[in-house]
């Protein structure tokens, strides 16, 4: 679906790097989260957001650091990334509490970390 | 917090076969279990879900099954044809507002 876009679609980057992942949704919809996804892990919640400037960790926040100042964007930074974050990151939206509603997933950002 | 099970991590079937994906959860508050496929090199995308007061729900060639006193539900696919090929994932929801997902089972249809 076009209403939820990510970018880059591809990165690599060095150790030690920030780097910043963004998130555009235009649904309106309330809840945004991130998941990285990693063979033999499956999906894992980073972060996630309920609303604008309300954000909550998720199962592996470590190294990341998100914010949310517009309902439509959700950006996730890693401050300074590691080999270990190399890996494929979604972001995801939903109307209301994932409970009530479906999540739609961006097209994703592969990150090479070197 | 929640954890869910998914078994097995690989399916190959024969086209025109069912196949069959089972999960297990440990929250017994969980009450919403959506199923996502995912295509090589695509996003996640929702095929079906059930509710805790629902027992089972179908849409054409997939359902869905729940047992909330065994706390699993499975996922199965008839007639399976070659674009049913890809990875699938459960998840479920509990009390609070996150999806726990399963690790995924990668299911190969062969012609």
């Known amino acids: 679906d076009a209403g939820i876009t990510q970018s880059p679609r591809y990165k690599i980057t060095e150790t030690g790097r920030q780097v910043t992942l963004m998130c555009h949704q235009t649904w309106s919809h309330s809840y945004m989260f991130w998941y990285r996804q990693d063979l033999g892990h499956g999906l894992r919640l980073i972060y996630y957001?309920?609303?604008?400037?309300?954000?909550d960790k998720g199962e592996v926040p470590d190294g990341y650091v998100v914010s949310r100042s517009k309902t439509e964007n959700f950006p996730l930074t890693l401050e300074s990334a590691t080999r270990s974050q190399t890996s494929v990151y979604f972001c995801?939206?939903?109307?209301?509490?994932?409970?009530?509603?479906?999540?739609?997933f961006g097209n994703g950002t592969r990150l090479t970390v070197t | 917090g929640e954890n869910v099970e998914q078994h097995p991590s690989t399916l190959s079937v024969q086209e025109g076969d069912s196949a069959v994906i089972k999960c297990t959860y440990s929250d017994s508050a969980s009450n919403y279990f959506p199923w996502y496929k995912q295509e090589l090199g695509k996003r996640p995308q929702l095929i079906i879900d059930i509710r805790s007061n629902v027992g089972e729900k179908k849409d054409q060639r997939i359902a869905v099954t729940l047992n909330k006193t065994a706390k699993h539900f499975s996922l199965h696919i008839t007639e399976t044809q070659p674009e049913d090929s890809a990875v699938y994932f459960c998840a479920a929801s509990g009390g609070y507002s996150t999806l726990t997902f399963g690790k995924g089972t990668m299911l190969l249809v062969s012609p």
């Open positions: 957001s309920a609303a604008a400037d309300i954000t």
């Open positions: 995801a939206s939903s109307l209301v509490a994932e409970g009530d509603s479906p999540l739609h």
